[in-house]
């Protein structure tokens, strides 16, 4: 049963995924991205990793989503304009860069052991999260917290030049 | 598979299925009954009283009113979006009540995760408004959908900060261990719900709530006088009505997770015969909601809409200053005592 599942979401994930980058017209893309994240989710509550799973839909779906949607809204792009020969440059940095993520992931995934045993109940549930996060992973939270406030500090001064 | 498709555990969580479907259905039918006749009373005018004893068919009528009308579809409009939109609002706001505890037995599935649970899938309603909105390719649909998704993301914040002062004192995300957890009374009168240990979390969260939910004073998304009807101008038929339903059902799951959270759930006095305390904490349950929604109706009638900038000046200036500084008091005292 949970094998049906994660095969059927993953790929859901992937093909919407794939979808994000086929679609032409830029909101689209942007639900197909709303659909990958959700079927992601799923994911996670298959791994018994519920907490992350609907912190993924809480922030990822339904708040920024919801801000890309907003702006791509705002703008009301025409549909199939390709902005491809403005940015032509880009895929000469893109696929070098693209190629060292894809590295990374399949090196990051070689060297994990796989676990012998089932994933124990407890190991996705918001105090274990909680825990690691202020034991173990402190310093790299700690790190991420303050680059985040540092993007929305620079945001803020980007639109208010006179503050 | 199979063994589980004939066991009685999945019967007996069909027949939940059915009953609070049901339910809830008819009540959502019902509230807009309760809604005109209160809103009449109020301005001193009679309401809907042709249709059946004291306009009681209503309901019924305009159910049917829906679906014999024409639906219409604009030129231009981005027709899968435009279908899609309705179902993309309703789904979301039907779905979060299968962890809603009506009542000690009446809950159809208990997430140890289910207050984020719901927190999620209703973040979700909100693309439906916006897809309406941009999919109808006319004006006021889609100012109203870009006010919309500005208002969503602004409230949804405090609305989520609300409760984190709530979950540090329970100490969990469970809906039904939420409400056990405010069993009991202080000093044998007052009961132990969590509306007197955090007041300030409570208003910022009914605020939010009302904005979240697009009801006046907060509805910019729809204000009839500046947009004709929002995002949903150019809808019609059964497409209005999912519209109409899912709006009415995000009012019923706010109050309910208000009262789950701040009001102590089900819990209320208990006496009589067996079949009277079986059914108590639903009724209790129901009471408690119906408060809030008796509210949410008098503020509509009596309060006019705030300007759009006013709205989100309260928002990020008055109502998430407060919920930080409720979080920041909540935990230094969980942490000392």
Known sequence: ?????FFLFAALAVGAAINVLVQKHVLYSALSLIVMLAAVSVLFIL???????????????????????????????????????????????????????????VATLWNVEPLRTAA??????????????????????????????????????????DL | MTEYLTSSAFIIVMIKIVIIFGGVMGAL??????????????QMRPG????????????????????????????????FLYVAAPVVSLIPALLSFSVIPFGPW????????????????????????????????SKYPLMGAIRSSAQMISYELSLTLSVIGVLMIANTLSLAQLVSSQHGTWFGFIPRWNIFLQPVAFLVYVCSAIAETNRLPFDLAESEQELVAGWHTEYSSLKFAMFMLAEYANMVTVSALATIMFLGGWSGPMFGPFWLQAALPTFWFLLKIFIFIFFYVLLRSTIPRFRYDQLMKFGWKVLLPLALANILVTSFIVAVS
């Open chain 1, 1 to 5: 049963m949970i094998q049906v599942l």
């Open chain 1, 47 to 105: 791994l018994r990793a519920d907490f992350l799973g609907m912190i993924q839909v809480i922030v990822y779906a339904g708040a920024i989503m919801v801000l890309f949607t907003f702006v791509i809204m705002l703008l009301n792009l025409p549909e199939n304009e390709d902005g491809a020969d403005r940015l032509r440059w880009l895929k000469f940095i893109g696929i070098p860069l693209g190629l060292f993520f894809l590295f990374m992931v």
């Open chain 1, 120 to 161: 124990p109940r407890l190991i996705g549930s918001p105090q274990a999260i909680g825990q690691s996060l202020f034991t173990d992973y402190l310093l790299p939270f700690e790190a991420t917290s303050l680059l985040l406030l540092i993007a929305l500090m620079g945001a803020v001064i980007f639109a208010k030049k």
């Open chain 2, 29 to 42: 039918a019902y509230l807009t009954w309760v809604e005109r006749k209160l809103m009449a009373f109020v």
């Open chain 2, 48 to 79: 809907p009283n042709r249709v059946g004893p004291f306009g009681l068919l209503q309901p019924l009528a305009d159910g049917l009113k829906f679906l014999f009308k024409e639906d219409v579809i604009p030129t231009n409009a981005n027709v």
């Open chain 2, 106 to 137: 009446l809950q159809v599935s208990d997430l140890s995760v289910g207050l984020l649970f719901i927190f999620a899938i209703t973040s979700l309603g909100v693309y439906g408004i916006v897809l309406g909105g941009w999919a109808s390719n």
